[in-house]
């Protein structure tokens, strides 16, 4: 099968919010300020003149420019009307108990679940709007007419990817997933044309599931990558980037958001594999 064109998903407006935080560790210190006041107050930054802003965080008016063209926008101006109308489409939190950032220490239980609840429910609404049905239906067409399909992910990403190896097996397809990176690997290097390897990597920063990327991709197998950084190492070494959103807290070493927002992705691209192939799955 040939290769495909790398492509990461663009919705407008509504992902603009979800994208700047993704593409944050790729932004050079100034731009990362930029960022994260952008972050921080959307609406009020869709108020601020160019100038207001460059002050604010503290860095030069071209700097904004440049972050402006770093997230894909041709400009000032088109960052103040996509956040202004993704401000107007984000509602506040129904409870008051619910924290924005960390929840702080010793916090009572009644404000960590809800906090928890409206984060976890948060992260897989913003990773469902952002995912690009085009890019959906490549990576399961691809799923499709895989021989073999190759998963991994380490650490809390491998609970996602077994899942979804779990799934795709019970629809009778010939798929993997090593926990072990040295196993992982020396199956990665049995793909051929036509496989199919998939790594999933919230922060896209881990060593195994680059690895585990970049042999598929030297045998000539489809590489996908899922993850929250759309320019991360392990998104590089993927033909086809599939990009979540869940932001973690300090609190929660289990990714417990990004984790969710896998899980989603999973989801769909089981059951959009299920109904083409018209295979019922097997309870197990």
Do not use: N, W
Request: proline share 5%; glycine share 10%.
């Amino acid at each position: 099968m040939g290769k495909i064109a790398q492509v990461y998903p663009g919705h407008e407006p509504g992902g603009l919010i979800v994208q700047i935080g993704g593409l944050l560790p790729s932004l050079s210190p100034a731009e990362q300020r930029v960022a994260r006041f952008v972050l921080a107050d959307p609406a009020g930054a869709a108020r601020r003149t160019i100038t207001d802003l460059a002050t604010s965080a503290e860095t030069s008016e071209a700097t904004v420019v440049r972050f402006c063209r770093s997230v894909g926008l041709t400009g000032y101006p088109q960052l103040r009307i996509r956040l202004a109308a993704e401000a107007a489409r984000r509602t506040e939190p129904p409870d008051g108990r619910v924290v924005a950032g960390d929840i702080p220490p010793g916090a009572g239980l009644a404000q960590v679940i809800a906090t928890v609840a409206y984060h976890d429910a948060r992260a897989v609404t913003e990773t469902a709007e952002q995912l690009d049905p085009v890019v959906c239906e490549q990576v399961v067409a691809a799923l499709q007419r895989a021989g073999r399909i190759e998963v991994h992910g380490a650490g809390a990403s491998g609970l996602a990817a077994l899942d979804l190896q779990r799934k795709l097996h019970r629809i009778g397809r010939l798929v993997s997933c090593f926990p072990d990176g040295q196993t992982a690997l020396a199956s990665a290097a049995l793909l051929g044309r036509g496989d199919v390897a998939i790594g999933i990597s919230h922060s896209g920063e881990s060593a195994e599931t680059l690895a585990v990327l970049e042999r598929a991709r030297h045998r000539g197998a489809t590489t996908v990558a899922l993850t929250s950084f759309p320019r991360s190492p392990v998104a590089g070494a993927a033909d086809v980037v599939l990009v979540t959103a869940g932001r973690e807290t300090t609190y929660r070493t289990g990714a417990t958001a990004s984790r969710l927002a896998q899980l989603t992705v999973v989801d769909c691209l089981f059951v959009g594999l299920a109904s083409r192939s018209g295979s019922p799955a097997r309870r197990l």
